[in-house]
């Protein structure tokens, strides 16, 4: 899936996570994370971004996380969110959201 | 005989209540993709309910998903987002009819059969909010061996019909409609939401009028109304006691082979035998009432 605008999904209530994606400079993909619960969870949060990301087939483009205790699978979702209103996507295939 | 007296609604793009509502261990947990969230974020509620329903703790209570009408732009993608996910029931908003449930019944069955899902294994709701649905309700409650129960959902009806909430009066018949339908049809029935989270008092007075008709329960808006339903909807202690003589009387007359048995000169059959079962049932589920 291929970002070609800038989007937003979430929002930075607590137990919730805030993503900003845009297409980037067009080398690559940068993630960058930044949470309350850096210390303990980071390298979890970043692993469930970019794993969320090559489920959807993201090789480009940046994304920017700001997270507020959020769970797993509300992480997912909002990465997944802001991935389709990026990629303007129409359709959703749920095999590559599971 | 599955335990429905609390539905807790949770709007479907709220991810810290989706995150913890479990917790409150209402009987019913529905995701709201409806009312509860705006059309901007209908997207985002679609996957983020999509993504909570596969948490391992919604593996342990019943979860609905409300979806959007069939009729508009949103109906379909909740529709796929909710069976594929693996949500126990879907919750029809707006049925006015038969037709209605038919629909949703052949689309469900069409995505089970494309992402691999048992066919059958999701169960529907119809929820009734029109004067044509209330005319029509045993018609909806006898539209799919699907449907685990129907909704009277109270605040569309009474625009409808052209009034407004008041002492209940202006419910009467259709939730009398709705009751007995969901009873023809050998399914449940739940009540409107109560929606004045400080009226303790008015609510409990509704789910005492509400338990006295005979619906299973109510559709909630808030966790702390979980346990006053709850506790509203358990028996006495006297009630306990004498259900666990009925029961007590039943099997021992089974075991010597009678049709009908008797306790203290009153006689025990088939229904007196079901409601004992039901009042020993809440009391398992939330103890005595206090």
Redesign the interface.
Not at chain 1, 13 to 17: A, M, Q, V
């Given at each position: 899936m291929k970002i070609v605008k800038e989007a937003l999904?979430?929002?930075l209530?607590?137990?919730?996570?805030l993503v900003k994606v845009s297409p980037g400079s067009g080398t690559g993909l940068e993630v960058v994370v930044s949470s309350e619960v850096m210390q303990q969870f980071g390298h979890q949060i970043d692993h469930v971004v970019r794993d969320t990301l090559a489920r959807l087939g993201v090789t480009a483009g940046l994304v920017v996380v700001e997270d507020k205790g959020?769970?797993d699978?509300?992480i997912?979702?909002?990465v997944?969110?802001a991935v389709?209103?990026g990629a303007e996507a129409q359709t959703?295939d749920?095999s590559a959201?599971? | 005989m599955k335990l429905r007296r609390s539905m807790l609604f949770l709007p479907g793009a709220n991810?810290?209540m989706?995150?913890?509502a479990f917790v409150y261990k209402p009987d019913s947990i529905m995701f709201d993709l409806e009312d509860a969230v705006s059309l901007r974020e209908k997207?985002?509620a679609r996957?983020?309910v999509?993504?909570?329903l596969?948490?391992p703790v919604y593996r342990e209570i019943e979860t609905v998903v409300r979806i959007n009408p069939l009729n508009t732009p949103f109906g379909l993608?909740d529709l796929?987002?909710a069976v594929?996910a693996g949500v126990d029931v879907v919750r029809l908003p707006k049925t006015d009819g038969a037709e209605d449930v038919e629909l949703l019944e052949r689309e469900v069955e069409r995505i089970e059969r494309a992402?691999g899902r048992e066919v059958g294994s999701t169960r529907l709701m119809a929820a009734i909010e029109s004067a044509s649905g209330v005319i029509n309700a045993l018609a909806i409650a006898k539209a799919s061996p699907r449907l685990i129960g129907i909704a009277l959902a109270g605040f569309d009806y009474v625009m409808d019909m052209q009034t407004e909430r008041g002492d209940g009066t202006e419910l009467f018949y259709a939730r009398c409609a709705v009751l007995h339908a969901a009873r023809a049809a050998k399914i449940d029935a739940f009540d409107v939401v109560w929606s004045d989270l400080n009226d303790e008092a008015g609510f409990l007075k509704e789910v005492d009028l509400i338990k006295r008709l005979g619906f299973n329960g109510k559709s909630l808006i808030n966790p702390r109304q979980i346990e006053l339903l709850h506790n509203a909807y358990a028996p006495t202690e006297e009630e306990v006691e004498y259900a666990g003589r009925v029961v007590a009387a039943a099997a021992e007359g089974e075991r010597k082979g009678l049709g009908v048995v008797s306790l203290n000169g009153k006689m025990i059959d088939g229904p007196v035998i079901d409601h004992a079962r039901r009042v020993l049932q809440r009391a398992e589920a939330s103890g005595t009432r206090k």
């Open positions: 999904a979430g929002t209530e607590s137990s919730d996570l959020a769970l699978c509300a997912r979702a909002r997944q969110t389709m209103r959703i749920w959201l599971s | 991810a810290a989706l995150s913890t997207d985002s996957i983020l999509f993504n909570a596969q948490l993608p796929e987002a594929r992402c």
